[in-house]
């Protein structure tokens, strides 16, 4: 670490602080935020948070139990065509997707290895787990959906998981996951607690961005990235002040982004410009090397 701080070409003079000179708590009024909310008064800090008012409250939602039970025995019926029997016997839905517990049921075959079923020495053995995973097409024509997936078996149950869109999808607010025990837990140790959304119970997922040294957001376009992005932010900003959290934001597509351009956690302006993402995180490794040697 001494050999890299030491290196000028690394860490130009022209870098003396923890960040680039243009980083600064000064931005001119036209940077400021637009938009006025109420705050809350963050201890130890001379800063007021934003109040949770800010944000949507979450409506009561529920899914029907006809359109699930249903559902249910449509899976059953389409596996049943195929010679795999399987029960539905759990059901949970999420506020996007809803998980149908399957247990494997018995077949009629010939030979040992099974329990007889009393009629002319047949024999009954379990459906194997592999038979419910190749029918997965099957499945999607049955239910009419492009998309399902099959969790063989469910963690910590006897149970083969079939996950399909809920038939009448719910919005899953921001405030709603924020206002989760497990949230307060983090945010109340003092954490980075980011909140990711709901699982397929409807539990809101959340996590401690200081446990994670790494963190890496993909998927296909249109599955939800940038609302992921936008939710850890939002998390960050309405739990800490900014005496207390500092960002650099790049976005060479001045997209998604550059709508936070205002807000006082930002050291300095998005970045658009991909010549100057070099110097900042010159100026970032600074600060961290600076962080490691105290």
Same mark, same amino acid.
């Given at each position: 670490?001494?050999?890299?701080?030491?290196?000028?070409?690394?860490?130009?003079?022209?870098?003396?602080?923890?960040?680039?000179?243009?980083?600064?708590?000064?931005?001119?009024?036209?940077?400021?935020?637009?938009?006025?909310?109420?705050?809350?008064?963050?201890?130890?800090?001379?800063?007021?948070?934003?109040?949770?008012?800010?944000?949507?409250?979450?409506?009561?939602?529920?899914?029907?139990?006809?359109?699930?039970?249903?559902?249910?025995?449509?899976?059953?019926?389409?596996?049943?065509?195929?010679?795999?029997?399987?029960?539905?016997?759990?059901?949970?839905?999420?506020?996007?997707?809803?998980?149908?517990?399957?247990?494997?049921?018995?077949?009629?075959?010939?030979?040992?290895?099974?329990?007889?079923?009393?009629?002319?020495?047949?024999?009954?053995?379990? !459906?194997?787990?592999?038979? +419910? *995973? #190749?029918?997965?097409? @099957?499945?999607?024509?049955?239910?009419?959906?492009?998309?399902? /997936?099959?969790?063989?078996?469910?963690?910590?149950?006897?149970?083969?998981?079939?996950?399909?869109?809920?038939?009448?999808?719910?919005?899953?607010?921001?405030?709603?996951?924020?206002?989760?025990?497990?949230?307060?837990?983090?945010?109340?140790?003092?954490?980075?607690?980011?909140?990711?959304?709901?699982?397929?119970?409807?539990?809101?997922?959340?996590?401690?961005?200081?446990?994670?040294?790494?963190?890496?957001?993909?998927?296909?376009?249109?599955?939800?990235?940038?609302?992921?992005?936008?939710? !850890?932010?939002?998390?960050? +900003? *309405? #739990?800490?002040?900014? @005496?207390?959290?500092?960002?650099?934001?790049?976005?060479?597509? /001045?997209?998604?982004?550059?709508?936070?351009?205002?807000?006082?956690?930002?050291?300095?302006?998005?970045?658009?410009?991909?010549?100057?993402?070099?110097?900042?995180?010159?100026?970032?490794?600074?600060?961290?090397?600076?962080?490691?040697?105290?």
């Amino acid at each position: 670490f001494d050999e890299l701080l030491d290196d000028s070409e690394s860490f130009p003079d022209e870098h003396p602080g923890a960040l680039p000179k243009w980083a600064s708590d000064e931005r001119p009024k036209s940077d400021r935020s637009r938009v006025e909310v109420s705050g809350v008064k963050k201890a130890g800090s001379k800063w007021s948070i934003p109040s949770m008012d800010s944000l949507t409250p979450a409506t009561p939602r529920e899914q029907s139990e006809g359109p699930l039970q249903e559902m249910a025995r449509q899976v059953e019926v389409a596996l049943a065509e195929h010679g795999v029997m399987v029960e539905v016997k759990d059901i949970k839905a999420g506020p996007r997707i809803v998980r149908f517990g399957l247990v494997p049921g018995w077949t009629n075959r010939r030979g040992d290895g099974g329990k007889e079923d009393g009629s002319q020495g047949k024999m009954e053995s379990r !459906v194997k787990v592999q038979s +419910i *995973l #190749t029918r997965e097409k @099957d499945l999607a024509l049955a239910l009419k959906t492009p998309y399902l /997936r099959i969790e063989a078996p469910v963690p910590g149950e006897a149970l083969v998981g079939l996950e399909v869109p809920a038939p009448t999808p719910n919005k899953v607010h921001l405030r709603e996951v924020m206002e989760s025990p497990d949230f307060r837990k983090i945010s109340g140790k003092g954490g980075l607690p980011v909140a990711l959304g709901q699982d397929t119970g409807g539990t809101s997922v959340v996590t401690d961005l200081a446990g994670l040294p790494h963190l890496l957001i993909a998927g296909a376009t249109g599955s939800g990235k940038s609302v992921c992005l936008n939710s !850890v932010v939002a998390s960050l +900003i *309405l #739990t800490k002040p900014p @005496d207390q959290l500092r960002m650099v934001m790049v976005d060479p597509k /001045r997209v998604e982004l550059t709508p936070f351009n205002g807000i006082p956690h930002l050291a300095i302006p998005v970045i658009v410009d991909v010549d100057e993402v070099k110097s900042a995180l010159r100026g970032m490794m600074r600060e961290m090397f600076r962080r490691y040697k105290r």
